[in-house]
């Protein structure tokens, strides 16, 4: 009888543990789906129509702060359309991707910079190879502030002269976005070979090449002349985004948090986005909590040129690059003990070489920062 008794109040207690760890779990459970659905609140959603969506799908892939890019079809009047009624050209509908972006890490003019840069923006017959309205370009806006900031860039590229011909790129408003079928998604993952060779033939990289040069990148140090070369104005307008042109140019701010190197914590060093002379390390980069990059001191401070600045009623000082006379940003006296100062400075006016590019980018004699350390 003892035994039974015995038995009973073990497997009651057993019952109890087990009920309170299943409703513990349950909670945390419960906890975790909050934290996602509060997590996925704060993300938000960018349209546009760049041609073939496996190409454009992978160019937006590549940034920091997009979550998700998805290819679909908009802008046409067929319900659920299919890649083959889409290629036919007859329901309206553009391939496009859609791009789930954390706006803390991405703006939606970062975004816009990175689609300008990837299409022929005067092409209205369709994109590169693939011929028909289907692929031609197309940015859809989600709301009154997207469609604003979607036509403020697009006067801004037809202001820098870049191309010749007019831009017929339309601004329109999204309506409804239908997914594509699976096997389009992450193609260029899923069919890597098939992807790059359609890529490579598509006539897309050679556009690129040829209306952007080589991206973003700056001039290398000149042996012959000694020094580091200053495109003229015009260029500049062709080779610098709306962005990087605005604060390098006209002493302009980009948004805190929402730029490229605010939390970048990689080894390297950041150059001058025009000049490419050398302007800071990461070995000096801090976290000001500012929502830009913030450095205790330059790496080479003959490339540093500091002047003072009473404009908006305060008196601060600005730092400005040597040789490209960029406007960087600002020094102030409130950094680590280190040095006393924090360099804020924009991304815009910026390019990080990665210590494992800085060899093969003419950088090598800087690797000796970064020496012993592991990548």
């Known amino acids: 009888m003892k035994l039974l008794i015995t038995t009973v109040l073990i497997l009651s207690m057993l019952s109890v543990v087990l009920t309170a760890a299943v409703r513990g779990l349950s909670a945390v459970e419960n906890k975790e789906s909050e934290m996602t659905v509060k997590e996925k609140e704060t993300l938000e959603r ?5 041609g073939c969506f496996w190409c454009v799908e ?3 892939e590549k940034r920091d702060g997009v979550v998700e890019v998805i ?3 908009t802008g046409g009047h067929t319900e659920n359309p299919t890649y083959e009624e889409v290629c036919s050209g007859r329901t309206g509908h553009l391939e496009a991707v859609q791009v789930v972006y954390d706006p803390e890490k991405a703006s939606y003019e970062a975004l816009l910079d990175v689609f300008w840069s990837h299409v022929d923006p005067t092409d209205p017959g369709g994109q590169f190879v693939d011929r028909g309205g289907q692929y031609r370009t197309a940015v859809f806006y989600h709301d009154e502030d997207q469609k604003r900031l979607a036509e403020a860039s697009k006067e801004a590229l037809h202001g820098s002269g870049r191309f010749e011909r ?9 309506k409804r976005f239908y997914e594509a079928e699976d096997y389009h998604q992450g193609f ?3 069919n890597p070979m098939r992807y790059k060779t359609y890529r490579m033939h598509s006539g897309r990289d050679a556009f690129i090449k040829k209306i952007w040069g080589n991206g973003n990148r700056p001039a290398k140090k000149d042996p012959q002349k000694g020094g580091y070369a200053k495109p003229s104005d015009a260029e500049l307008k062709c080779t610098l985004t709306p962005m990087q042109y605005q604060v390098t140019r006209k002493e302009g701010t980009e948004p805190p948090f929402k730029n490229e190197y605010w939390d970048n914590k990689k080894e390297g060093i950041y150059v001058d986005i025009i000049s ?7 070995s000096d980069k801090f976290d000001s909590g500012t929502g ?9 401070p003959e490339n540093i040129l500091e002047k003072q600045d009473r404009t908006h009623f305060m008196a601060r000082t600005e730092v400005r690059s040597r040789h490209a006379d960029s406007h960087l940003g600002h020094v102030f006296t409130d950094g680590p003990k280190s040095t006393g100062l924090r ?12 210590r494992e590019d800085l060899e093969t980018e003419g950088y090598g004699e800087y690797l000796k920062l970064f020496h012993g350390k592991g990548k």
């Open 46 to 50: 960018a349209t546009f129509a760049g």
């Open 58 to 60: 992978a160019d937006f």
């Open 292 to 300: 830009w990059p913030s450095f205790t001191r330059p790496l080479e």
């Open 276 to 282: 490419g002379e050398p302007l800071f390390s990461s």
């Open 71 to 73: 290819s679909g079809y």
């Open 166 to 174: 007019p831009i017929v790129t339309e601004i329109l408003p999204l």
């Open 188 to 190: 260029y993952n899923k």
């Open 343 to 354: 360099y804020c400075i924009n991304s815009a006016a910026l390019r990080f070489i990665p």
